[in-house]
């Protein structure tokens, strides 16, 4: 059985050290038009000892944006930023992807050219959801109710998908080994594939999970045809409420038929964000016995082919188990690279 810390091959062209993963955190750390810095630099560079970093969600364009000071990837300076990142990171034997997003719904006008209403799948308001606005003379977050949104009409589609188009153009400016592209927690593209939540009559509504993941796949289809899909990774986070999601009645039949479609386009890896729950006073070492007989994770095994990563609140022990369930390659670490940069080291070593 593998351990984390046996190499893995992602897609045909690239081979990760080991099978911890730095999971994607949003940071708020820009300098000014948000451009990746120094300091951004530096914070990559020193968790470079992971197999594989998934950078801080980053936006298309200006309507993409849903908090303060999050990156972009659409300006030359931009670019210019995040190359002085993915140099820090190779300079240090680092493997980096970029996190991609467009928000939706989950933002505020303040944040949006013009001032305009933030757009989303349908009208319907994150009613319980705040985002980060601003820093107040602190440093302090300042939060906002998000705003009501406009329904994305269906010919401005083709080009929202040039806004990624873009991105992913500049990503390989940027010198970046792949993307993610982030369809989970409430953002954007979960938007469109909520059956509850997505009412649109159109060809990207939500009568089934073709029409429901159109959106997403065309966007993966553009990921492909820049950087190659064995270069593009997919987030997704099934049955999560973040962002005021409805329940879906749906979810599974969605997800499952979304695993094969991106099986059948050959893409890297999907990254699965599936909270994990330990046995009460047993072992970290051990699982939830009715978490692992849903199987969720299993059923995404048998539908996808690539690598999977799964995050989801584990500690070294619980990841081991995980990996040797033989269900997925790879595992996802988020709050535990804060304050502990070489997370790889601490978790050999005990």
Request: proline share 5%; with cysteine.
């Amino acid at each position: 059985m593998p351990t984390l810390f046996d190499h893995h091959d992602l897609g045909s062209r690239l081979v990760l050290k080991n099978r911890v993963v730095m999971a994607p955190m949003t940071r708020t750390r820009t300098s000014d038009g948000d451009v990746p810095n120094a300091l951004m630099a530096t914070y990559y560079g020193q968790r470079a000892g992971a197999g594989l970093i998934v950078t801080e969600a980053t936006d298309v364009a200006p309507h993409s944006k849903g908090y303060v000071r999050t990156p972009g990837i659409y300006t030359d300076a931009q670019v210019e930023g995040w190359r002085s990142v993915t140099r820090e990171v190779h300079r240090n034997g680092g493997v980096i992807f970029l996190q991609i997003w467009h928000v939706g719904r989950l933002a505020h006008t303040s944040l949006m050219p013009n001032g305009e209403a933030p757009c989303g799948a349908t009208d319907e308001r994150a009613s319980e959801s705040d985002v980060f606005v601003a820093h107040d003379a602190h440093g302090r977050l300042v939060f906002e109710r998000a705003s009501p949104p406009r329904p994305i009409r269906t010919d401005e589609i083709p080009g929202l998908v040039d806004d990624f188009t873009l991105a992913f153009r500049n990503a390989n400016r940027a010198g970046f080994d792949g993307v993610e592209i982030h369809a989970a927690n409430g953002y954007l593209f979960e938007q469109f594939m909520n059956s509850s939540l997505n009412t649109r009559t159109d060809g990207y509504g939500g009568a089934t999970p073709q029409t429901r993941t159109r959106l997403l796949l065309e966007v993966v289809d553009a990921a492909g045809r820049e950087m190659g899909p064995d270069r593009v990774g997919v987030r997704l986070s099934p049955y999560g409420h973040y962002g005021s999601m409805p329940a879906d009645p749906h979810v599974e039949e969605t997800l499952l038929y979304l695993c094969d479609a991106l099986s059948r386009r050959a893409v890297a890896y999907l990254h699965l964000v599936y909270q994990l729950q330990p046995r009460g006073n047993a072992q970290d070492s051990e699982f939830n016995e009715t978490h692992l007989g849903d199987d969720l994770v299993r059923k995404v095994r048998e539908a996808f082919q690539g690598s999977l990563i799964w995050t989801g609140g584990f500690t070294g022990g619980t990841a081991q188990t995980a990996l040797e369930t033989g269900w997925v390659d790879l595992i996802g670490f988020g709050r535990p690279f804060i304050a502990n940069p070489d997370l790889v080291a601490r978790l050999q070593n005990g």
